[in-house]
């Protein structure tokens, strides 16, 4: 049966510099029944008002995967990495046995829009490192793009867990057709317009999880973007 999440249902946090909804338990949102979804553990969907960010803090042992929609994000890290990341790009981070970094929004004027999300990896105590990497809207535009996954395959950046993420774009009669293999099962988020999936019209910020073995049938009559995590 499908498990669907409803973007209204969803944590929110907001302060002065901050917007932020949270499909996962998170920092003040803590729901028991939203923990994650196997290896997948957050989906922070952000909105960072110019001139602001997170300070310098801390993590470990989690894959944190950074996906910006507009805007631009600069981040720092204790590797002495320093980059600013666009739309369309995604920056995979290992955190490992610890690093610490920030994320601001340097514009006077513009809002940086992104989802940040954290994977738990197969591996504890790896060493930190960093990678990021940009994707065309052509490579996306009605089909699946593989973003990241465990092997690096297809210029995708590298993630320590059997996952595959995949950013698919659609618009008027592009259909993406997806088969979930047995043992493995999928989260969709999507991310920006609206989608239909299996006939269920989903929005911006919804999701939908299918058990393996699921055929999935996407489309769009607008401008829709969305995720698709392909777990084991």
Do not use: C
């Given at each position: ?27 003040s ?60 790009e ?33 591996t ?20 699946l ?44 988020h ?39 995590f392909?777990?084991?």
């Open positions: 049966m499908p498990i669907l999440r409803k973007a209204s249902d969803r944590g929110h946090v907001q302060i002065d510099w901050l917007n932020s909804y949270h499909t996962f338990s998170f920092g949102y803590q729901d028991p029944d939203w923990m994650g979804f196997q290896s997948l553990r957050v989906i922070n969907d952000d909105v960072i008002a110019p001139a602001s960010g997170f300070g310098t803090h801390g993590h470990r042992d989690m894959e944190i995967i950074t996906y910006v929609l507009s805007g631009a994000l600069e981040h720092k890290d204790s590797l002495g990495t320093g980059a600013v990341i666009y739309p369309g995604v920056q995979r981070m290992t955190a490992g046995t610890g690093i610490t970094h920030s994320e601001f929004n340097n514009s006077p004027r513009d809002a940086v829009h992104l989802l940040q999300i954290w994977i738990i990896p197969d504890l105590g790896l060493t930190p490192s960093y990678e990021q990497k940009a994707f065309s809207a052509a490579e996306k535009q009605g089909k793009r593989l973003v990241a996954s465990r092997d690096g395959r297809d210029g995708s950046v590298t993630v320590n867990q059997d996952l595959n993420l995949y950013i698919g774009l659609l618009t008027g009669d592009e259909q993406i057709s997806y088969h979930v293999e047995h043992k493995r099962s999928v989260w969709l999507v991310v920006q317009g609206e989608l239909t999936i299996n006939e269920q019209i989903l929005t911006a910020g919804d999701a939908i999880a299918y058990p393996g073995g699921s055929q999935l049938e996407l489309s769009s009559s607008s401008n829709g973007e969305i995720l698709l392909d777990l084991a």
